[in-house]
């Protein structure tokens, strides 16, 4: 006489905590891109350049 299907041992249950925590990782960010998105911006040369013109022109019409 076999087993209720109930009755059967629980093997399952690391490879549910497992998937349970591939998925609370997987809705966090990796340190990697956190890592990049607080990197500080290049500003671009135009942008930089754009910038020191209007602060030379604002000092010349005082």
Do not use: C, N, V
Not at 7 to 36: E, I, N, V, Y
Request: aromatic share 4%; glycine share 4%; proline share 8%.
């Amino acid at each position: 006489m076999t087993r209720h299907l109930t009755d059967q041992p629980r093997t399952r249950g690391a490879s549910k905590l497992a998937a349970f925590l591939r998925q609370d990782r997987a809705d966090r960010p990796h340190p990697s891109t956190l890592a990049l998105q607080t990197r500080p911006k290049p500003r671009a040369d135009a942008a930089r350049k754009a910038a020191e013109y209007l602060r030379i022109a604002r000092t010349g019409t005082d």
